[in-house]
């Protein structure tokens, strides 16, 4: 008799990013410290990051974020670390993902664990943002890099709810947070657009910009090594925004020569997905969470779960 696939409320993710996208064997470390069910790593050179995506059951995700973690900081130092994504620490961001609202609770759980785990054996100061901390962002704590981050700790401007006040001399700060699943997709813009086109863009398409969609972040870079520029996002509710939505939403103003998928995405981020835009490397099987995990979609109210998501035509075209 075959194994009953796990419900969404029987697993959780967790999605470190690290600030190591250069060096494949530091990256490989790091990825079999975790010593978890490893279901993606998604390097970047430009950005220097690594997003690992995990997977495991309520309880026991939490050890295993800080197992990763220890072998990251023995191998990065965020004060000599160049790259084009935002970023305060070592281990960037470490969120606990929760695929329906009946693991919200546990999720919630194991983020504080996780957060009080990063402190008391890591010596790391650590920053709740999300839902656990009434919506504080990201982009608010990053603000300025590690330096402001510091002198706003010094000041008394911002206190770490786990650990030192003070950062990591070489490992800095940690986001922590549990939430739904988010979507960082990248958009590669033709030429000649140019890196301040492609700020522009970011800051109309941004939830609170002119043209704002609803739950997504963005940002403009340039990329040096590849010599592009890209409109980088972050999708924070895919049933209200999707990632056809962020597509055209971007072609109005500049040309798509390719999009990216940075680690894992619902099916339902891909409803009326366009089949003119190339997306190199992209495998159904392995980057949709459904597939990848062999769960049940969930029945979550207003999930577009009848979404159907075939191999994608130009997926493999520009690998």
Do not use: W
Not at 19 to 44: K, M, N, P, Q
Not at 98 to 122: F, I, K, Q
Request: glycine share 8%.
């Amino acid at each position: 008799m075959s194994e009953r696939p796990p419900r969404p409320s029987e697993v959780l993710l967790a999605v470190p990013n690290v600030s190591e996208g250069r060096d494949d064997a530091a990256t490989r470390a790091i990825a079999a410290a975790f010593d978890a069910r490893l279901l993606d790593v998604h390097s970047d050179p430009d950005h220097h990051r690594s997003v690992f995506t995990l997977a495991g059951e309520p309880g026991s995700l939490a050890g295993h974020v800080v197992a990763g973690a220890r072998e990251a900081i023995a191998r990065v130092d965020i004060a000599v670390h160049r790259g084009a994504h935002p970023r305060i620490g070592v281990v960037d961001v470490a969120p606990i993902v929760y695929l329906d609202e009946a693991a919200r609770g546990a999720a919630c759980a194991e983020a504080l664990v996780l957060g009080d785990m990063l402190a008391d054996e890591l010596e790391l100061p650590v920053f709740i943002y999300g839902e656990l901390a009434r919506g504080r962002t990201r982009a608010e704590l990053r603000r300025g890099g590690p330096h402001e981050l510091a002198r706003r700790i010094r000041a008394g401007e911002l206190t770490p709810d786990f650990g030192p006040h003070r950062l990591h001399p070489t490992a800095g700060a940690v986001l922590v947070a549990a939430r739904a699943p988010l979507v960082a997709f990248n958009l590669e813009l033709e030429p000649p657009t140019t890196f301040e086109q492609a700020r522009a863009i970011a800051a109309l398409i941004r939830e609170r910009g002119g043209e704002g969609l609803r739950g997504v972040r963005a940002i403009g870079l340039y990329l040096e090594r590849r010599r592009v520029v890209q409109v980088s996002t972050n999708i924070e509710d895919h049933r209200a925004t999707s990632l056809a939505d962020v597509v055209a939403a971007v072609a109005r103003h500049a040309s798509i020569a390719r999009v990216e998928l940075v680690g894992l995405a619902p099916r339902a981020a891909f409803d009326g997905f366009p089949d003119d835009v190339p997306i190199p490397g992209f495998d159904p099987q392995r980057h949709l969470i459904e597939t990848a995990l062999s769960v049940p979609e969930s029945a979550e109210p207003g999930s577009r779960s009848s979404a159907h998501v075939p191999a994608h035509p130009r997926a493999r075209k520009l690998q």
